[in-house]
């Protein structure tokens, strides 16, 4: 997209302004995605309404510098991401770097043993967990790994976009996923327990 | 990643995650689903898995306030 100038004719600014009109339109069209993830990252909804305005004002500010045809949904995440990341290392812990002793079958393996029923559907082992205790503990994961977490098991994203979003390498998309996951598991292992099973 | 010399089960333990995020080979995948076809121990294990990613993304999503997507949409440059 070429820069307009007080030169520019005024077809140039007319077809200008439609890319713009164009790109806002699309860009405000993947909100609800965007609001999703930046809920999980904030820590209340109105920090979470706070960063996804804040990612828009950006977006439509710096819109020339997203190349059409390229992934916008990957592009919005971009911004709201680092935007997070900004403010998130005033309040960074360090990360979980403990062994990781559970497996993947943890989680299932724990909620199984605690159960009188040996036949249990899998569905019902799910639905003694709790939704609030999910919240929770995707709140409490590591920050590094919660970001990957989210842009693939929330927002759907593949390893490659999670890489370039957060501008880390594939192979640490994939450790921090792994880790992410196993951490999340094990404190809803640890809740259902305490719960009471 | 090499999945040899190890007990089927956990092999397909290991491979479960990416499996469940189709990014395994063609060759480990049909592995992977030869397995769960025999053994009804991870085929337990997969189906909760499927089911929890479920779980996590349903307990995760809340609906975004329509008064926000009012502010959002003021965001935009006038014409």
Known sequence: ?197 | MSYFGIDPCEKCEQMMQPYLDRVLTEEERVEAEEHLDQCSYCRKRYRFEEEFRQFVRLAATEPMPPELKEKLRALRTPL
């Open chain 1, 1 to 197: 997209m070429s820069e307009t100038s007080p030169e520019s004719s005024p077809r140039q600014l007319a077809a200008d302004a439609r890319d713009r009109v164009r790109f806002e339109e699309e860009a405000l069209q993947l909100s609800d995605q965007v609001y999703q993830v930046a809920r999980r990252l904030a820590g209340s909804r109105e920090e979470a309404e706070d960063l996804v305005q804040e990612t828009y004002a950006r977006a439509f500010r710096a819109w020339r510098s997203f190349e059409p045809g390229t992934n916008l949904r990957a592009w919005l995440f971009r911004i709201l991401t680092n935007l997070n990341i900004d403010r998130g290392r005033r309040v960074q812990r360090s990360p979980d770097m403990q062994p990781l002793e559970e497996t993947d079958y943890f989680l299932y393996n724990k909620l199984e043993e605690s159960t009188s029923d040996a036949n249990t559907d899998e569905r019902r082992v799910v639905e003694r967990l709790s939704q609030n205790d999910a919240v929770a503990a995707l709140a409490d994961l590591p920050h590094d790994f919660r970001d990957v977490v989210l842009l693939v098991d929330l927002a759907d994203f593949t390893y490659s976009d999670a890489a370039q979003i957060l501008d880390i390498p594939i192979g640490t998309v994939m450790s921090r996923l792994h880790r992410g996951r196993r951490i999340l598991k094990r404190s809803l292992a640890e809740s259902a327990v305490e719960d009471g099973g």
